[in-house]
């Protein structure tokens, strides 16, 4: 009987620990959701909140800005995102960090001229207080062949 009721134990707690990580896979996955949404809408609150105070935001360019660069470049930046698509994306756990990567393919506005950007990311998300904050990002140019 011990044994039936260890083996049950152990399986209920792995079946515990399976449910949490796909809960944290879907929060990161809306919180990549939300990212994307104030990146078009360009809502300063919504891009504040979503991200950490000690964010390091590196373009494919290779410039790199803080929260308050980034933040500032979204809204005053004569680029506009009007559509966002995210392909292929991966999600890695790691205790209270999450790894994201995508294919990340945009249709633009620069100064009135339409545009597309594609590129690919990777995303390092942290659980802050039981909420997700995009911590880290790094995007590069695919080579074509």
């Given at each position: 009987?011990?044994?039936?009721?260890?083996?049950?134990?152990?399986?209920?707690s792995?079946?515990?620990?399976?449910?949490?990580?796909?809960?944290?896979?879907?929060?990161?996955?809306?919180?990549?959701?939300t990212?994307?949404?104030?990146?078009?809408?360009?809502?300063?609150?919504?891009?504040?909140?979503?991200?950490?105070?000690?964010?390091?935001?590196?373009h494919?360019?290779?410039?790199?800005?803080?929260?308050?660069?980034?933040?500032?470049?979204?809204?005053?930046?004569?680029?506009?995102?009007?559509?966002?698509?995210l392909?292929?994306?991966t999600?890695?756990?790691?205790?209270?960090?999450a790894?994201?990567?995508?294919?990340?393919?945009?249709?633009?506005?620069?100064?009135g001229?339409?545009?597309?950007?594609k590129?690919?990311?990777?995303?390092?998300?942290?659980?802050?207080?039981?909420?997700?904050?995009?911590?880290?990002?790094?995007?590069?140019?695919?080579?074509?062949?």
């Amino acid at each position: 009987m011990k044994k039936i009721l260890c083996f049950f134990v152990f399986f209920s707690s792995l079946t515990l620990v399976s449910y949490a990580q796909s809960g944290d896979e879907k929060q990161v996955t809306a919180a990549v959701e939300t990212f994307k949404k104030a990146m078009i809408s360009r809502d300063k609150n919504l891009l504040e909140s979503i991200t950490a105070d000690e964010l390091s935001y590196g373009h494919s360019s290779g410039k790199v800005e803080d929260k308050t660069a980034f933040v500032n470049g979204v809204l005053n930046d004569p680029i506009h995102f009007n559509e966002i698509d995210l392909q292929d994306q991966t999600i890695r756990l790691a205790g209270n960090t999450a790894i994201v990567r995508h294919a990340f393919n945009a249709k633009t506005t620069n100064n009135g001229k339409p545009g597309e950007v594609k590129i690919r990311n990777l995303l390092i998300w942290q659980k802050q207080k039981g909420q997700w904050k995009l911590l880290a990002r790094q995007a590069f140019k695919v080579p074509v062949p």
